[in-house]
């Protein structure tokens, strides 16, 4: 039965990241007319250019979200009705799909673009493994995939809030694009499954805050890409793991002392980057 489950696994994974890596080629191949889309938010005028790169943006995580949710039923503890809701498995992945979906389009060498897809998938692929590996927490495997799940929404959140700076929108767009991403990873990282739904969304909310109301005030600063980028992971980094030590029963003035001396030395990393474009 273990083994069967695991080939099932291995078959559903093998799928998905195969269809990952189709998709942003078959949409590069295929010849797609451009249109134009106009519509108000807030309050004001936005136009949106309907492409192939536009398509890739959009299909590639719900692509991504809808084939993790298909890979997650497959769990035992899924299938025995354990889990009530796999939502927040779906966030890192997606978040990564749409990161690998921005670069992409905006890559022009072909062997970077080609490479770029590759480690992008591998990166996916091994993902959406550790987020399998995170839906029972006694297991010998679940450190190591909550180790991997960690690390990699940090690193992508740091990916999308540079990408989302770098665009130099009005903050109404940069604030909410990044509360957004915020939200979606913090709710993954402080894994409601266990600590009950209820409790990480409002935490998720109150961190996504911190880093919205960072960004806007960014906007206000002429700081480089890499800068804004480090600053509001370093609002992501101590606002989540401040939270997840106060659910762990571990919140002291030694920990406190830590995060404050991460933050003085991100914050000069940002200083030496504000040049860098």
């Known amino acids: 039965m273990t083994q069967s489950l695991h080939t099932s696994v291995a078959n559903r994974i093998l799928v998905l990241v195969a269809?990952?890596?189709?998709?942003?080629?078959?949409?590069l191949v295929v010849e797609l007319p451009s249109r134009n889309a106009s519509l108000t938010f807030l309050g004001s005028p936005l136009s949106i250019n309907l492409n192939a790169d536009s398509l890739l943006i959009l299909f590639l995580p719900v692509l991504t979200i809808a084939g993790v949710d298909w890979v997650l039923r497959d769990h035992p503890d899924v299938r025995a009705g354990e889990v009530p809701f796999l939502f927040p498995f779906w966030m890192a992945p997606g978040l990564t799909a749409l990161a690998l979906a921005l670069l992409l389009t905006r890559l022009t060498s072909w062997p970077v673009w080609i490479g770029a897809l590759v480690v992008g998938v591998v990166i996916l692929g091994a993902l959406i493994v550790a987020e399998y590996y995170t839906i029972t927490p006694n297991t010998p495997a679940y450190p190591i995939a909550r180790l991997a799940v960690t690390g990699?929404?940090?690193l992508i959140a740091f990916s999308l809030f540079t990408l989302i700076y770098s665009t130099r929108e009005r903050s109404v767009i940069t604030a909410t694009g990044a509360l957004l991403v915020a939200l979606a990873l913090a709710l993954d990282l402080f894994a409601p499954h266990i600590i009950g739904l209820r409790q990480a969304a409002l935490f998720a909310v109150i961190v996504s805050w911190l880093v919205g109301q960072a960004t806007w005030a960014l906007n206000y600063w002429n700081v480089s890409n890499w800068s804004a980028g480090v600053v509001l992971l370093t609002v992501f980094y101590v606002s989540?793991?401040?939270?997840?030590?106060?659910?762990?029963g571990r919140l002291s003035r030694g920990v406190l002392i830590e995060f404050a001396v991460v933050t003085c030395i991100a914050l000069i990393v940002a200083w030496q980057l504000a040049g860098v474009r």
């Open 19 to 27: 269809l990952l890596a189709l998709t942003p080629v078959l949409l």
């Open 152 to 154: 990699l929404s940090y």
């Open 240 to 248: 989540v793991g401040i939270t997840q030590q106060h659910f762990q």
